[in-house]
């Protein structure tokens, strides 16, 4: 009999990075043979799958009521507790895997969980048991004031630049500690190597701690997999949010001086100002958001793509499906971007260093790629099918 997993994401649909991972999980394990249900907020946006429990509905926006609803699914009421038990009761899963579950669901299922006899297993996609804003950022660097004393997201107003959400980041971070929370993991996945060690810094158990990476989902997988011996067109290429802390701005600045033509896919808040102060550099072009097999496609016909995140990346499926498209990576020296870039693959530079990401550009447009090569190579470390076997260990 198979064994019986229970997926938790606050959102079911592909959001993000923790989302796209989550969703991912749930194909690469039935495919395996894993019985696996969802449990999630319901949400309008969410993919129907027939086997999926809800919490309901909560919004940080909208009437003083709605707020105080969200406070309190924060904290751990608002019917999440008795939803969670209900999945519980009705699937009766061997393994539950947290992924996204902060403020719109709560850390208290994940004791639930533990008390109703489960293996709990939760996959780190951000900083959130380490930094109570999640993103180990201030004033647009990296910081880490909140690993010693939480309080300082209150001094700082780190939560929407606002008071009211950070004293509840703070409460929530002071209800879910690290010992309550550690209590109830058996294992905690960590996606590289830079998060395990800032939660060591934290002083989480080594022995929970797991390094296992992300994965390309089986669908883009299939689809990187067929475009690698695609001619390269004398472009290179940033795919990603268009943010302060991604470092977008750093790279136009040092586009504008060289020859070679950037396209810029993805959209943010940064988009219009950005296009408004760039777009008339004829080497550098907007393509706005583009769909997955979009993406594949710019992937394939690149010479490189260039990361250049000012903040702590953790492992950025943007890097790995690049590498798995077999075009290199020119990324910045920070968080877990470096430990994707070997000497076949790309060159890293200091985040934030124009100077040393110009030199890396013209390098990587000077370099002569085994394309296939590394095609090869990132499609076997970052399969499904690799990530699952890992997993199988931890769900022992």
């Not at 009999?1 to 923790?18: D, E, H, P, T």
């Not at 790629?369 to 190579?377: I, P, R, V, Y």
């Given at each position: ?18 989302e796209v991972v989550a969703i991912a999980m749930c ?370």
């Open positions: 009999m198979s064994k019986k997993v229970l997926i938790v994401n606050k959102f079911y649909y592909n959001r993000g990075g923790a194909e690469a394990l039935r495919a395996k043979g894993y019985s696996v249900a969802i449990f999630t907020m319901d949400y309008d946006d969410n993919f129907s799958d027939d086997n999926c429990y809800v919490a309901p509905k909560v919004s940080f926006q909208g009437t003083f009521a709605e707020k105080l609803q969200f406070a309190k699914r924060t904290l751990g009421g608002s019917g999440v507790k008795k939803a969670f038990r209900n999945a519980l009761e009705e699937f009766k899963p061997d393994v539950v895997h947290f992924h996204n579950i902060h403020s719109y669901l709560s850390p208290v299922i994940v004791k639930l969980a533990k008390e109703f006899g489960c293996r709990v297993v939760w996959t780190l996609h951000d900083y959130k048991l380490l930094c109570p804003s999640y993103a180990c950022l201030r004033n647009d660097a990296p910081c880490e004031l909140c690993f010693e004393d939480k309080s300082n997201v209150v001094k700082m107003r780190c939560m929407k630049k606002s008071l009211a959400p950070s004293i509840l980041a703070y409460v929530e971070a002071k209800i879910w500690n690290r010992d309550w929370i550690q209590q109830y993991v058996d294992a905690f996945v960590c996606p590289s190597t830079f998060i395990a060690n800032k939660m060591l810094q934290g002083g989480f158990d080594k022995s929970k701690l797991h390094v296992i990476c992300n994965f390309v989902d089986p669908a883009k997988y299939k689809i990187l997999n067929g475009m690698t011996q695609r001619a390269r067109e004398d472009v290179y290429l940033y795919v990603g949010r268009l943010s302060q802390e991604k470092g977008i701005r750093t790279l136009l600045e040092v586009a504008k001086q060289l020859s070679y033509k950037l396209i810029v896919a993805g959209g943010g808040p940064l988009l219009s100002e950005l296009k408004s102060k760039y777009e008339s550099y004829n080497q550098i072009c907007f393509l706005g958001v583009q769909t997955a097999e979009e993406v594949s496609h710019l992937l394939s016909s690149a010479r490189f793509t260039v990361v250049p995140s000012e903040c702590y990346e953790n492992n950025p499926l943007s890097l790995i499906e690049s590498l798995c498209a077999g075009t290199p990576v020119v990324g910045a020296r920070i968080g877990g971007i470096p430990e994707l870039i070997g000497d076949e693959s790309g060159y890293v530079y200091e985040s934030g260093n124009k100077e040393e990401l110009l030199v890396a550009i013209n390098k990587a447009f000077t370099t002569q790629w085994d394309n296939e090569g590394l095609a090869k190579t990132a499609l076997h470390r970052f399969s499904a099918d690799q990530h699952v076997a890992l997993l199988g260990e931890l769900y022992k």
